[in-house]
């Protein structure tokens, strides 16, 4: 009996805790904790963002990027509303008539396309003048030396470049999707320094227009769920670099989902290519998914080897918080930790009914 139980512990740490401590060293020799140089100059940059029905987030997103330290000169913001049916385009109507900057344009409807954020993204990019694309959407809040900061993260081969998103916690069910973001973005973070990266932070990244021109644009992703992580794909797979930049002049403020509906659907919706993954990419994530029932598991059998396993893991996951947390210099939750073991346990089971209760995948009240 003994013997099986030192098998069993030994598979349980080489599968659910070896992983995180390679992470552990990859974010280690992370080097974009500290605030970057300045620009040597100061290239014309657009920010475009699609907005649909965002009249309760979209001022505050516009406030935050007329504070930018970024030459405003060099500094356009295309806003492009897309049918909304509420106050949104007065108000994006009421920035553009007091900043020279801020360009609005009302998106063309086209009811063949699945996605239809790709589809604006399309036409946004096509009238935007900048040598370089920068993507957020209308709830998010980016830091005064957000455009620079990002800048100063490409190299000679950098095809895009992502910053960290997190978002604002004000109970524990938003403390919960926090932490998971903030561990999530460790692993892309991770992947992309092994040279497999899964995807990219479409509300929080920016890409040369070459680039993005070279790769098609969004016109041909309107057929995928996830935008941000096609293009990054096609990026990957012409020969660019994919950068994930843990900073906190690059750290994004989101607002979390409200409800475990509107949750459930964007994680469907995330996960929705996710066949279409590098295969090493999928064995990780997976492992990652399966292990609260690899020792629940083990707790039910050999609860003494569960226990062994669960505490090096959330040690693990802990440094892992504590690092990225310490890089971005945002704020740690401690008793999140715990918590989100048990969310881990239940979100898999939850997503797989809900996609069998709810098929239709749904995105600003728009079926994909």
Not at 62 to 68: A, K, L, Q, T
Not at 268 to 275: A, G, L, M
Request: hydrophobic residues 45%.
């Amino acid at each position: 009996m003994a013997s099986i139980e030192i098998t069993l512990l030994v598979v349980g740490i080489i599968l659910y805790v070896m992983p995180g401590l390679f992470e552990i060293i990859i974010l280690l020799k992370q080097h974009t904790g500290e605030k970057l140089p300045k620009l040597a100059s100061y290239p014309m940059v657009s920010i475009v963002i699609p907005v649909r029905n965002e009249a309760h987030l979209i001022a505050n997103c516009i406030d935050h990027i007329i504070e930018s330290s970024y030459p405003k000169d060099k500094l356009e913001l295309i806003i492009g509303d897309d049918a909304s049916t509420d106050d949104t385009w007065n108000i994006i109507n009421y920035y553009a008539e007091q900043h020279d900057f801020i360009r609005i344009i009302k998106i063309k409807p086209n009811d063949q396309v699945k996605n239809h954020k790709a589809w604006a993204l399309h036409q946004l990019c096509a009238c935007a003048t900048g040598e370089f694309f920068f993507f957020t959407d209308a709830d998010i809040s980016v830091p005064k030396e957000w455009i620079q900061q990002m800048l100063m993260c490409f190299g000679p081969n950098t095809g895009i470049v992502c910053g960290v998103t997190v978002p604002k916690a004000r109970n524990w069910w938003e403390l919960i999707q926090q932490y998971d973001w903030i561990v999530a973005q460790g692993m892309i973070y991770f992947l992309n320094r092994l040279h497999r990266p899964t995807t990219a932070m479409g509300n929080n990244m920016c890409i040369p227009k070459y680039v993005y021109k070279e790769v098609g644009g969004d016109l041909e992703l309107t057929d995928h769920l996830t935008e941000d992580r096609a293009i990054a794909m096609k990026i990957k797979k012409m020969g660019w670099g994919i950068v994930s930049c843990l900073s906190p002049s690059i750290k994004a403020i989101t607002v979390a989902e409200p409800n475990l509906l509107a949750l459930l659907s964007q994680r469907v919706r995330w996960s929705s290519d996710f066949n279409k993954f590098d295969l090493s990419a999928i064995i990780l994530i997976s492992i990652e998914l399966l292990a609260p029932y690899f020792i629940l598991l083990l707790f039910l059998n050999t609860p003494n080897v569960a226990i062994v396993i669960l505490a090096l893991k959330c040690l693990v996951e802990y440094l892992i918080y504590f690092i990225i947390c310490n890089k971005i210099d945002h704020p740690m939750k401690v008793m999140s930790i715990l918590c989100h073991q048990i969310w881990r346990l239940i979100l898999p089971t939850m997503l797989v009914v809900f996609k069998i209760w709810h098929p239709k995948i749904y995105w600003k009240d728009r079926s994909c």
